[in-house]
């Protein structure tokens, strides 16, 4: 398994990946599979370049024959006096390619992004509430539940809590958990 950035050249794949992502789970996202699909191509191009030319990054992780299996992303918020934190997006693996960690190799990634950041000191998520292999995930990697928001996005008439959690990462805590 390769873990690199995406760029405008992961497009196609990339959109696929994630209208299927969407449409297998959706409580898991903020965005709805519809309003995806009628989004046009230069809507992901757009995405793929301000992740590719930002200080932040959407990460994919390729088999070895090079299909996409996950995603995750790192968006650092610009405004001066938020600039020391970022939020970890996007995460989604393939359901065939579960249980391999991949997930887990997302996430580290990322958080080797912030941390080679400089000026980066926490990175936030949300995950929605019943996910509880996602929230496993992100606790062993050092992420905590700091709220939770509820009806935080309805799906199909049902509303889905999330939970809000933080990695800091101050050193003594970057050592312990990624």
Request: charged residues 25%; aromatic residues 6%; contains cysteine.
């Amino acid at each position: 398994m390769t873990v690199r950035r995406l760029g405008p050249a992961d497009a196609e794949p990339y959109r696929a990946f994630r209208l299927t992502a969407l449409r297998e789970t959706p409580s898991a996202f903020t965005s709805g599979y519809a309003e995806e699909c009628a989004k046009p191509m230069a809507a992901t191009l757009q995405r793929l370049a301000e992740a590719e030319n930002g200080p932040g990054a959407l990460l994919g992780a390729f088999d070895d024959g090079g299909t996409l299996l996950g995603t995750a992303g790192l968006r650092v918020t610009q405004r001066g006096q938020e600039r020391h934190k970022a939020t970890l997006y996007g995460m989604a693996v393939a359901r065939a390619a579960g249980g391999r960690g991949i997930g887990r190799a997302l996430v580290r990634h990322v958080l080797r992004l912030a941390v080679e950041d400089g000026e980066l000191r926490q990175v936030l998520l949300t995950v929605s509430e019943g996910n509880e292999p996602a929230l496993r995930l992100y606790i062993s990697c050092g992420f905590e539940v700091w709220g939770r928001e509820p009806r935080a996005v309805m799906v199909a008439g049902q509303a889905v809590a999330k939970l809000h959690m933080v990695r800091l990462l101050d050193p003594e805590v970057t050592r312990a958990g990624g």
